[in-house]
């Protein structure tokens, strides 16, 4: 059920990552060091959300006009 | 019809229905998608919802399952009948009540569809598909829907609706990779956040003898509160999104009702639909409108776990009954309140919070569990249990298990990041495309692959749900009735198939209205031994074992 899943959160890594060897897993983080990594956590996951939002956020968001269901 | 009594009849050692308390009970979830094709504003979204239909089907043609049951069997469809004990009357019902006839497609004709498709003279456009997993998706008013197998357990039913996602991600890829057409997008979502929702329910199967006045009294406090732990979070509030705000629940603003027959309009906690599919005399199918729909599988399961087991509760005249002063402005209220802590009037005077209410009903069901309650009954009551103490420490450390939490999260994080108060559009965008099925646009997907979720099922398992129907229900028999006599199998329904054999002028229409017989147990070896249609449905209605008890 793990995924071994990696996403590139960069803009123009290709086929070519397969290749390269897995990263080490990250040894536990110091009470001291972990807060930092979580920031760092959050803002990866801004930068990657940043990359695939659509473009022009009022346009899309007013073109979203759904009909009546149950 | 005697079909000795692999149909019909109870079997045994399967459980019947209020037996104990247990989240084991006959289920199924429906999701109408929101649909859009951003280069063509202006789309009709029937037009849309009938080209996921037949983009899906075209994937079929193409090897991925079988192309059977393109027509639905509505006779024993009751969508006026009131579990209250009348009937709406047909004049006075809205046109979208009546779902017992066949779908149109406005002024649009099926032609004029195959003229888009570039073929001009193809077959005619498919409103309905029923699948090889039991499944039926199909056009829903201005939405596709896709309505599960029945199941008979919670982790079953998170597989068989993440199945349906599965299939609406085929169809969305097979437009965009079929030249002519524009790219579709679907989003698992309920609301376009302007004035409109659309629905993800929820079916249970109860025993008749349960009195619908008991059901509704139990449930209404337990709905109004259930969003805290299962709801999919929404930026904006108010029906027609006139405040700027996050709130829990996609659906909450969009009831007015307490009990009540439309799901439309006017829309009730409590749906009186009154349409068992199944043998009405024995039957109720609930049917549970008010949920959210849900991408999370542990929001899912627990939406369905804690929902059978406050049924089985209420079966046994067990489950507490908290009235609600009213209940319509408390489901609002707690929607309004992410930090969990505002309360709502009790009509004895108490003030409760959702998570009183719903700490209410899991105690109830911890002091009903028998000390021999099956591992997934367990599972969902250490789920609940667990979750509640979360929420009520810090509710945003349970981002992992609760949609509206995840997308809570991410909200909150871009406030941080960016100064954004509510009505900056960008907050919109991350509520809609939270839901968006794309497996690289959608932010539920992406945290999911960042590894931010907690997963209750696995790939494969879902690539098989898309495929085979459950085993344990009557799904199977449809499924594998479809898989296996694709050319004679001309029509389909919950509680029956209809087939056409050559050579014959009549249609054979066999009922299936006992949603725990036509099982793999069952009918498995019949489908094995059976060499066509016609030697599967002659040993199926002259069987060696005649039926004996009633």
Known sequence: MASQDRISTGGSTSGSEEELPEPAPAAPAAPAAQESSQTQGVDDLLDEIDGVLESNAEEFVRGFVQKGGQ | ?550
């Open chain 2, 1 to 550: 019809m005697d079909t000795g009594g692999r149909l019909t009849g109870r079997p045994q050692g399967l459980p019947a229905v209020g037996e104990g308390i247990s989240v084991h009970r006959v289920m199924g979830t429906e999701t109408e998608y929101g649909i859009i094709a951003p280069a063509l504003p202006s789309a009709n979204p029937t037009l849309l919802s009938s080209q996921v239909v037949n983009a899906y089907a075209a994937t079929l043609r193409e090897g991925l399952g079988n192309l059977a049951g393109t027509r639905w069997d509505y006779t024993d469809e009751t969508p006026l009948t009131d579990a209250r004990g009348f009937r709406m009357d047909r004049a006075r019902a809205h046109p979208s009540q009546l779902t017992d006839e066949p779908p149109e497609l406005d002024e649009l004709t099926a032609e004029q569809i195959a003229l888009e498709r570039g073929e001009p003279t193809e077959a005619a456009v498919l409103m309905n598909l029923v699948l090889n997993n039991g499944a039926r998706l199909y056009v829903d008013h201005a939405h596709p829907e896709y309505s599960s197998p029945e199941v008979t357990n919670p982790l079953d039913a998170v597989l068989w609706d993440r199945a349906g996602d599965s299939v609406a991600v085929a169809a969305m890829e097979r437009i965009a990779a079929t030249p002519g057409f524009s790219p579709v997008i679907l989003y698992k979502n309920n609301t376009d956040s302007k004035s409109v929702s659309y629905g993800s329910h929820e079916n249970y199967l109860v025993p008749r003898s349960v009195p619908f006045s008991k059901l509704a009294e139990a449930l209404i406090p337990f709905f109004v509160s259930r969003q805290v732990i299962c709801g999919a979070g929404r930026v904006g509030l108010g029906a027609l999104n006139q405040d700027a705000g996050f709130q829990i629940s996609q659906r909450a603003d969009f009831f007015e009702n307490e009990v009540g027959l439309e799901t439309t309009v006017r829309r009730p906690i409590i749906n009186t639909r009154d349409e068992p599919h199944a043998v009405a005399e024995k039957y109720r199918r609930l049917h549970v409108i008010i949920g959210d729909a849900n991408l999370h599988e542990v929001s899912n399961y627990l939406k369905t776990g804690t929902t059978a087991l406050v049924l089985a509760l209420i079966e046994q005249g067990r489950a507490p009954v908290p009235v609600l002063a009213d209940p319509v402005a408390a489901l609002q209220s707690i929607s309004h309140d992410a930090s969990l802590s505002r309360t709502v009037q009790l009509t004895d005077g108490r003030a409760m919070s959702g998570l009183d209410l719903q700490e209410l009903y899991c105690g109830a069901v911890t002091a009903a569990l028998p000390p021999d309650a099956d591992d997934q009954t367990r599972d969902v009551v250490e789920r609940w249990q667990s979750l509640l103490a979360t929420l009520r420490r810090d509710p945003m450390d349970a981002a992992r298990q609760v949609d509206w939490i995840a997308k809570l999260s991410v909200l909150e994080a871009y406030r941080a990041r960016d100064g954004l108060d509510w009505t900056d559009p960008r907050l919109a965008l991350v509520d809609l495309q939270y839901a968006d099925l794309r497996p690289d646009k959608g932010i539920y997907r992406r945290l999911a692959r960042r590894g931010d979720v907690e997963l209750l099922v696995g790939p494969a398992d879902v690539a098989r749900a898309v495929v085979e129907p459950p085993r344990d229900t009557r799904a199977y028999f449809r499924g594998r009735c479809i898989a296996e006599y694709p050319a004679e199998v001309v029509g389909a329904s919950w509680d029956s198939l209809i087939f056409e054999l050559p050579g014959e002028r009549r249609l054979q229409r066999v009922q299936t209205r006992e949603p725990l017989r036509g099982t793999a147990e069952l009918t498995g070896a019949l489908f094995d031994a059976a060499v066509d249609a016609e030697d599967f449905l002659s040993r199926l209605l002259s069987g060696p074992e005649r039926r004996v008890a009633p």
